[in-house]
């Protein structure tokens, strides 16, 4: 019984603080995905021929974001009967954005207008190791452009 | 180069769907296959446990209740309850092979006696204070001696073991000890005691243990007014005899019916509790 109650506790406490963290995450990310919609991501690995020659360098950024109670038991759930998780999706896109955010604030740092060859990297922290911390890194990194200044 | 950012929608990667939708769902989902695993295996386990040889469960049972009584008053109570008990046994049929071993465990506080395993049938004195006759402790007495005659000691260990054992595997397969502790406390309430289809067959046959012994059945519905009182005075901790039992009440009604049915008579002389038995 005691379990029981421990593990309950454990469960609605899980929901409340993690419902709020990624609410106001969310509301964080919206915001700075606005202010940087003028820095450009390209996928692609080269920029266009025509474009005027440029200053380049690596930009980088990346996040870590803990899994709450809650999710993961929901996810522990849908092991059993599959489908989507949903739990860890918003969890990964969290990650996802909060990491091209990052990136973006250190292209703009270096005052770069796009960042070309986008690539993502994705890693578990807890390798599947029971017990360990539920943790998901996600790493965005490209290739900035800089417009260089034209000697008038 | 023409090139914009355009403004992603949201909800392609992540749906609106509300987090506590999704864990009703899954919760419920899983309480079901938990409840037809349960009772799918547990009806299983009852169907082959009753073919264990009483033998191999007087071997698992071991000592059971084996500890000796301390004084002479304890040693002479035990004495009588296993006389009454040989006697009932005399009507009932048993298997050759399946002795009955009354224990008595001074205990004033549980008004109880249970069956377990390997034929042992442990009498609280907490029930002898409380019976009014003689043909009442029978009653209840023929009750226990039933449930180890029908098996339900080692039916509902078997029940129990192998629901446990598949809701640790369901738990593990899982993957968390957070779905342990849920699962866990799951099992143990299903897997307790006897079952209501165990309970009625066990009174049906000791009604009729008690018309083939005493030639009437008066004293036997008494048990169950004295369980239903002990209930209405300690509605919050019913008599353990209680749990998992028919309601009393219909318990009484259908002792008149099978009497009635079988020409038993209802009313008859009542014996007096032996002597060594009347503990105030």
């Known amino acids: 019984m005691i379990d029981l109650i421990v593990f309950v506790t454990l469960l ?26 003028n820095i450009l991501l390209i996928a692609a690995r080269f920029p266009p021929p025509d474009l005027v020659p440029r200053k380049t360098q690596l930009v980088a950024g990346s996040a870590v974001i803990s899994v709450d109670y809650f999710k993961r038991f929901v996810a522990g759930l849908r092991n059993i009967f599959g489908g989507r998780v949903r739990s860890y999706e918003s969890l990964l896109d969290r990650a996802r954005r909060e990491a091209i955010l990052r990136m973006k ?48 | 180069m023409q090139y914009e950012n355009p403004e992603i929608p949201e909800g392609i990667n992540v749906t609106p769907e509300h987090h506590l939708k999704e864990f009703a769902v899954l919760v419920g989902g899983a309480l079901a296959l938990i409840l ?14 009753a073919h264990i040889p009483f033998s191999y469960e007087q071997e698992i049972a071991g000592d059971l209740g084996g500890d000796t009584p301390v004084d002479a008053t304890q040693v002479a109570i035990e004495r009588a309850l296993q006389t009454l008990a040989d006697g009932l046994v005399a009507h009932m049929q048993l298997p050759s092979e399946m002795r009955i071993h009354v224990h008595y465990v001074d205990d004033a506080d549980t008004v109880n006696a249970f069956a ?18 003689e043909n009442a402790l029978a009653m209840v007495m023929a009750h226990e001696i039933t449930h180890v005659q ?5 039916v509902s260990l078997g029940r129990g073991v192998v629901v446990g054992l598949a809701l640790a595997a369901i738990a593990g397969v899982s993957g968390g000890d957070l779905t342990d502790s849920v699962f866990g406390s799951a099992g143990t309430l299903t897997a307790l005691s006897f079952n209501r289809a165990q309970e009625s067959a066990a009174d049906a046959s000791a009604v009729a243990t008690l018309a083939a012994y005493y030639g009437h059945v008066n004293g036997a ?40 049915a079988h020409g038993w008579p209802l009313t008859g002389e009542l014996t007096p509790v032996p002597e060594a038995l009347r503990l105030q």
Request: charged content about 20%.
């Open chain 1, 12 to 37: 609605a406490l899980g929901y409340g603080f993690g419902r709020m963290a990624e609410t106001g995450h969310y509301r964080s990310i919206h915001r700075r995905e606005k202010a940087f919609r």
């Open chain 1, 105 to 152: 604030s250190q292209a703009r740092a270096l005052g770069a207008d796009m960042v070309f060859n986008i690539k993502l990297e994705t890693a578990s922290i807890s390798k599947g190791r029971r017990n360990a911390i539920g943790a998901v890194e996600v790493l965005a990194y490209g290739t900035a452009c800089v417009p260089q200044k034209h000697e008038a």
């Open chain 2, 36 to 49: 037809a695993i349960v009772l799918l295996l547990g009806w299983l386990a009852e169907s082959i446990a």
């Open chain 2, 116 to 133: 377990t395993l390997g034929g042992n049938v442990i009498v609280f004195r907490g029930l002898l204070e409380q019976m009014p006759s």
């Open chain 2, 150 to 154: 029908h098996r339900d000691p080692i």
């Open chain 2, 221 to 260: 519905a008494a048990v169950f007014d004295l369980f239903a009182r002990l209930e209405a005075e300690q509605p919050l901790q019913p008599p353990a005899f209680m749990a998992s039992h028919p309601d009393s009440g219909d318990r009484s009604t259908s002792i008149a019916a099978q009497a009635h």
